[in-house]
């Protein structure tokens, strides 16, 4: 009786391996996309976009990046005395970090508007730049800070791609403490 299933077994698995052989296109290939590819041009159009072209997705109208936080507050004079009036820093006090925002601050700012904040940086005593204002006489809060920081002003120019919001709000209150000393 066993070697009766044996004999059953060792046909079956002939005829399942030969039920495979093509004589025309030897070799049966189980996932044949994966060995050969459909080719491409460069820059030719898709069908895997709705439009057609060669555009990429845009993403959903709304959506935002992981971890962007959004800052309401337009880049404009009325939207810099609007931060000036009303914003206000979600930090607490004890995650204010004022070592911190002294390192960032001169890191970034102190070439320009110097180690004290009077507007006598490494920059404008080489007279690379002209009038950087000194703190003591500006009209400045915390908000304000954040929103030049955000957007820049006149010669200064944006440093939302090098700091982060958390870091930009700890450099505004160094900014008020500087300020409070001059």
């Known amino acids: 009786m066993k070697t009766v299933f044996r004999i059953i077994a060792l046909t079956g698995l002939t005829l399942s391996m030969s039920s495979c052989f093509n004589s025309k296109k030897p070799n049966y290939q189980y996932m044949p996309n994966m060995y050969e590819s459909t080719a491409y041009e460069t820059y030719s159009e898709s069908d895997a976009f709705k439009r057609g072209g060669v555009e990429a997705q ?15 507050y337009p880049n404009t004079t009325a939207g810099l005395e609007a931060a000036r009036a009303g914003l206000q820093s979600p930090l607490d006090t004890a995650s204010i970090d004022l070592d911190r925002g002294g390192q960032l ?11 004290k904040g009077d507007g006598k940086g490494k920059l404008v005593k080489q007279e690379k730049f002209l009038g950087v204002p000194s703190y003591k006489d500006r009209a400045v809060t915390t908000g304000s800070v954040f929103h030049v ?8 120019g944006s440093y939302a791609n ?12 160094y900014v008020m403490k500087l300020k409070g000393e001059l």
């Open 162 to 173: 090098q700091l982060n919001q958390e870091e930009r709000w700890q450099v505004a209150h």
């Open 58 to 72: 845009t993403p959903v109208p709304g959506t935002i990046k992981r971890g962007y936080v959004p800052y309401e």
């Open 149 to 156: 920081e955000t957007y820049g002003l006149n010669s200064m």
């Open 105 to 115: 601050f001169g890191i970034y700012c102190a070439i320009c508007h110097g180690e």
